[in-house]
């Protein structure tokens, strides 16, 4: 449902520019079409979406392959490692099209990956032909006016305990419940502050759109939550929004804030396009860090290392990279997962990651030696959300498959796995002690396990029949 379309380029092939390797075995040239076509060609329209289909992926953001960058007109007219990739007016004599032509070696993408077709390439070859003219004009996105999710759709796509564990936090649909973790019972509703939609209507929501992210300060007194293009942080006490940030690209999927509870992370970005990550200081709301270039699709999943100096990141990119949190700079990546990396996990001696993946396998990472450790198999669809316990080596996963499973990291093995539930499950939550587990679903339930592997409650929160009290009803 959230999940993003694939880059086809896989980043472990020869990149575009690099050593010729060696090879054998003949490669078909991509049939040469002629273009019937009246208008010029268009580079952002025509062929810049071409590029970011078939190559961005191992060309643009942190991946260079052969020093190429085509993550925009400027830098793909630099060249790469072998020169300049485009010559205007002379496509047969353009290195780009005569490798993505497969008339030169080594030919891109792989032939193990989907090449281009005989049309796209006919595209650029035509683009190169007419001059390889930038683009027009600077594009401007249409604004994006959301509305009201229907009444019938409310999943629950965040949770959090509080420090006690007495109270849960759900995302359900667009609004934020606390909730009695033992009655299931409403306590507080967290309304946003001014919310109309544009018809000018006011709603007592926690976010116009859904709520696509949760997470709780380790000290419990603030909440976080993240929706389509804004983010609000909120007081856990009263239930009143603190601040409201704006100016993200587009749904925020995933928070997590620093073990000193004064910054908070921040995952997200449109499909296809660059990932959003971001560091921003709880205190005033402003970002420190925009780590731009950290993903070349969407960003799903972020995790601080247990002393706060490195940042986790994963994507639809399909890698798992980690940031130096004071300046924001590159430290190394892992690659492994064959589609979406949808959650990351740090294990609290700093050794160790584990990354949730839409290959419905999960990875652990050596950080030290910048390599995997091990594959651990056992979800049957993909593997959404990710936590490490207090109970180290343990750590919880979630899947479309409707299972909560617990495992060790150290040696892959399967420690237990909870009854299962009734729904593609989204969210996960467990309590500091590890004693109580919460999973959340597509359907709006929310499954309440001991660490015995024991469901408690299966709670509904919209069929509580109590009305919640607003923030305002208690002053």
Sequence with gaps: MFLSSIFSVAVASVGLFADEPKQSAPIKPIEVVE????DPVSYDKDVEPIFVKKCNFCHSGNIKEGK???????????GGKKGASIVPG?????????LAGKTQRPSMPPK???PLTPQELAIVKLWIDQGAKAPSAARVKPKIIVSLPPAVLHPIRGLAFNKDKTSLFA????TILQL?????ETKKKFVGKNITTKDGKKHEVSH??????LAISPDGKNLASGSFQELRIWNTDTGEEVRKIEGFSDRIVALAFSPDGKLLATAGGPPTEEGEVKLIEVASGKVVQDLKGAHSDTAFGVSFSADGKMLATCGADKFVKIFNVADGKFIKSFEGHTHHVLDVGWKSDGKFLASAGADNAIKVWDFEKGEQARTVSGHSKQVTKISFTSTNPQFATTSGDKTLRLWNADNGSAIKTFPAAEEFLYALAVSQDS???AAGGDAGNIYLFDDQGKLLKKLDPLSVPKEAPKASDKK
């Design 35 to 38: 273009l019937q076509r009246k």
């Design 68 to 78: 190429l960058d085509m993550g925009s007109f400027e830098a793909l007219m630099k």
């Design 90 to 98: 002379k496509s047969k004599e353009s290195l780009l099209y005569q």
């Design 112 to 114: 193990s990956e989907e």
């Design 171 to 174: 995302a359900v649909g667009n």
């Design 180 to 184: 009695d973790a033992s009655t299931g």
């Design 208 to 213: 116009v759109s859904l709520v696509e992210s």
């Design 435 to 437: 004693k109580l587990f």
